[in-house]
């Protein structure tokens, strides 16, 4: 399944999910289950990336924008957290290194507490469905 059905049931966990589902209904979904989310807009450079996840975790303006300063944020979240990232495939496909080390940071950082959580939401279709994975793992 790929959609954020475990949000509303509440079996879901951290990690990071791509979905085909849209924004708003993930944002509702997260929210309903009482995680804290927040939509990182669309980026095709790093400094874009860097400013959208600032403005979307609410950030100051001396937030470093670099992995050390992310990860620093990301394990000062004190409730559950997702983050959605939107139209995701413009970044991974601009930056695919760059990419990668973002995503290992987070793969990281779900498996701490509290819970966090990253949805790639695209609404492109997915190449190879045996790589979907979804809120509810049915």
């Known amino acids: 399944m790929n959609s954020v059905a475990g949000l509303t049931d509440g079996s879901m966990s951290g990690g990071i999910y791509r979905v085909r589902d849209s924004v708003p209904m993930i944002m509702t979904a997260a929210t309903d ?18 400013d959208h996840l600032a403005l979307a975790l609410d950030l100051p303006s001396w937030f470093g924008r670099n992995l050390d300063a992310l990860w620093d944020v990301v394990t000062d979240l004190d409730r559950p957290t997702v983050l959605i990232m939107e139209d995701w495939t413009r970044y991974a496909r601009a930056r695919p290194g760059r990419w990668q080390l973002i995503m290992e940071l987070f793969a990281e950082r779900c498996t701490r507490t509290p819970p966090f959580a990253v949805v790639l939401a695209s609404a492109e279709p997915l190449h190879d469905r045996s790589k979907e994975t979804s809120w509810n793992s049915d």
């Open 33 to 50: 289950a009482g995680w804290s989310a927040a939509v990182v807009e669309p980026a095709e450079r790093t400094a874009e990336l860097y």
